[in-house]
Structure formats: C-alpha cells, structure tokens
Nanobody, 126 residues
Framework: QVQLVESGGGLVQSGGSLRLSCAVS????????MGWFRQAPGHEREFVAG????????NYADSVKGRFTISRDNAQNTVYLQMNSLKAEDTAVYYC???????????????????WGQGTQVTVSS
C-alpha cells in the first residue's frame, strides 16, 4: 500500500508561514493525485488543496486561495503545502491523502481518496 508521512506542522503566529511536507512511499504507481485535508475541533474534515502527479494541475478550497500553494517534487515523491498569511482559523490537524484518479483533485470528496497520512498539527496563535 501507499504510505504517506506528513511533517512540518507546528506553532506559528497569525500572519506567519509554514511548509508542510508529505513523503510518499510504497506502491506509488497507484497514486495519481495528492491532496491536503484538514480537520479542526468541532468541524468536519475538509478539502484544502489537491494536485495531479502527471501535469501538476491544482485545485484549492476558497478559504485558502491566494494564501496556500500545493506543489510536488516527482523525483522525491514528495508533496508540499506552503501556507502563508496564516490565520487562527487555519488551526487544524492537516492530513495528506492519495487518490487513484487525478479527477479527485476536482471531485474532492473524501470518498475519492484511498490513502491517508497520520496528520500533523498546525496551530496558529492570534
């Protein structure tokens, strides 16, 4: 199975930046798209950003457009989430996910994603 390991979470002040990484290992051939989701206390898990391995096509939740950037390094099988201008409402556990079809980047329901990382905590102080 595909293994996903997130890193880079931590504590940051409002307006600051963090860069999350997701290392992909195992049978990576089964992964056609990567994405980031987040879940805050009292909230449903929500889609944040997605990227297709093949052409780098991306999609973002409205709440993070202009502030977050998802990217991938194909050679290292690593996906990143650069988070700038962080707000208190960005506080959540962030999960890396893998999907068997690139279309999941746009059809971003959780049911379209097969593999999940353990999550990394991002805390933004106001």
């Amino acid at each position: 199975q595909v293994q996903l390991v997130e890193s880079g979470g931590g504590l940051v002040q409002s307006g600051g930046s963090l860069r999350l990484s997701c290392a992909v290992s195992g049978r990576a051939f089964s992964s056609y798209a990567m994405g980031w989701f987040r879940q805050a206390p009292g909230h449903e898990r929500e889609f944040v950003a997605g990227i297709a391995w093949s052409d780098g096509s991306t999609n973002y939740a409205d709440s993070v457009k202009g502030r977050f950037t998802i990217s991938r390094d194909n050679a290292q099988n690593t996906v990143y989430l650069q988070m700038n201008s962080l707000k208190a409402e960005d506080t959540a556990v962030y999960y890396c996910a893998s999907a068997p079809t690139a279309l999941a980047v746009w059809a971003c329901r959780q049911e379209n994603w097969n593999f999940w990382g353990q999550g990394t905590q991002v805390t933004v102080s106001s």
